[in-house]
């Protein structure tokens, strides 16, 4: 039973750059949501997608974009990139779409370094 | 604002010397109080899920309990290998969304 896979493991970009990171959900789930983690820090919520559809969104300006496919598997668009976007982003899949309160999977994280 | 706060930010423990981590939280409509184990370069694991106070969980040496205001990890004898980042996660009903919010973890290291 595969997990979350996410791709590429480590990316190193510079400033102005734009970056896609991929993710495909643990099978079965239909849900996916994104999450930043900056280094000692807990993950901060980027956005969840649901039935291909933006469903929810956390405090991260519009240089931030997304997009889930039918496959339910999601990608994560970051444009015009500052050093402060150095970071592990981490995909987490779940069931039951919005709202839903299930545990979530997560990948194992693309590091961007961003120079 | 929901917000997470983690005790201690890191904790060094001797085999077999139990321990407890705290998660304090502050949400309007609690939904699920998640435990996630962090290894290094690796992406969170799931441990618990709490819906309600009063709720207890458990999972080898692991136990995890639920109040109206934090929730505790007690570590029973633990070893080397339960060496790791805890996170701490909840989610509510917040202006109708249910954003999860993370606390920043405790950094647990046990010697043999």
């Known amino acids: 039973d595969a997990g979350v896979t996410q791709s590429p493991t480590h990316l190193i970009k510079t400033r102005g750059q734009q970056v896609t990171l991929r993710c495909s959900p643990k099978?079965?789930?239909?849900?996916v949501s994104w999450y930043q983690q900056a280094l000692g820090q807990g993950p901060q919520f980027i956005f969840q997608?649901?039935?291909?559809?933006?469903?929810q969104r956390g405090n991260f300006p519009d240089r931030f974009s997304g997009h889930q496919f039918p496959n339910y598997s999601s990608e994560l668009n970051v444009n015009a990139l500052l050093l402060g976007d150095s970071a592990l982003y981490l995909c987490?899949?779940?069931?039951f779409g919005q709202g839903s309160n299930q545990p979530q999977h997560f990948g194992d994280g693309t590091r961007l370094s961003i120079l | 604002e929901d917000q997470v706060t983690q005790s201690p930010e890191a904790l060094r423990l001797q085999e077999g010397e139990s321990s407890s981590l705290n998660c304090s939280y502050t949400?309007?409509?609690?939904?699920?109080l998640f435990w996630y184990r962090q290894d290094p370069g690796k992406g969170p694991e799931f441990l618990f899920t709490?819906?309600?106070a009063g709720e207890e969980k458990e999972k080898e040496r692991l136990k995890a309990t639920l109040t109206k205001k934090e929730s505790f990890l007690h570590i029973t004898a633990p070893k080397p290998e339960d060496s790791a980042t805890y996170l701490c996660?909840?989610?509510?009903?917040?202006?109708?969304?249910?954003?999860?919010?993370f606390g920043r973890g405790t950094s647990l290291i046990v010697h043999p």
């Open positions: 987490a899949s779940s069931l």
């Open positions: 099978s079965g789930h239909d849900t």
């Open positions: 997608y649901y039935e291909e559809e933006e469903r």
């Open positions: 949400v309007s409509g609690l939904r699920g």
């Open positions: 709490l819906y309600s």
């Open positions: 996660a909840v989610q509510s009903l917040s202006g109708g969304s249910y954003i999860p919010t």
